[in-house]
């Protein structure tokens, strides 16, 4: 479906405005919630498997996947309304569950890491290096739901290997924990479920409606 058919569309107009609804308070508010987790005390958990190797900076490979795979992403979702708010949907809920996640489970992150600091708002801006945003890898949960929303199957190959690279980066840099890591991609996939039977659930009602 092209965007001229999309926005034609009363119920589709709808869906992409109460979108924007939905994902830019979420997103308005992530960057306070960060400072307040930042500032709060916390626990370190022990964690057998980062005791087995000394951290090493990965913070360059980290962010050259994590840009280079939301640059593919855009790429391929804009031509695609459907996909692209959908895709805008899973990201905004997933931020509801790192939210919530985070909020409960107050940690602080292991003793020997190295910062994954990020070079685009380190070298445009004065951006706070983020040291507990951690339970759960947000860098690990978005590309695996890159993967879970793409529909090309080389496509989905990149961001697969590239989940798995960066989940691997994270914890050889000691940026997050074992659970971290591997929690991430059942939160993108609930995400991704929840959204995906929402929006089924109020097609169908549509449809009957119109029946």
Not at 79 to 95: D, E, I, R, W
Not at 104 to 116: C, I, R
Not at 180 to 190: M, S, T
């Amino acid at each position: 479906m092209t965007w001229k058919k999309y926005l034609s569309d009363k119920k589709s107009r709808y869906e992409l405005v109460s979108t924007l609804v939905f994902l830019v308070p979420v997103l308005s508010f992530f960057p306070k919630f960060l400072s307040y987790v930042e500032a709060r005390a916390g626990v370190v958990l022990p964690d057998p498997v980062l005791r087995m190797f000394n951290p090493i900076d990965l913070t360059w490979l980290t962010f050259a996947l994590i840009y280079l795979s939301v640059i593919f992403a855009l790429i391929n979702f804009a031509p695609k309304p459907v996909t692209l708010v959908k895709a805008l949907q899973c990201y905004a809920l997933m931020v509801v569950f790192r939210t919530a996640a985070m909020y409960v489970t107050p940690f602080n992150p292991p003793e020997s890491m190295l910062a994954l600091n990020d070079p685009f708002v380190q070298f445009f801006g004065s951006g706070e290096i983020l040291t507990k945003d951690l339970f759960f890898s947000g860098h690990t949960a978005t590309l695996f739901l890159l993967f879970l929303l793409a529909e090309k199957k080389w496509l989905k190959t990149i961001f697969l290997i590239n989940t798995i690279i960066v989940g691997t980066a994270v914890l050889l840099q000691h940026v997050h924990y074992t659970i971290d890591v591997l929690a991430a991609p059942f939160f993108a996939y609930g995400s991704y479920r929840i959204i995906t039977i929402i929006n089924k659930k109020i097609k169908s009602n549509s449809e009957n409606k119109n029946n």
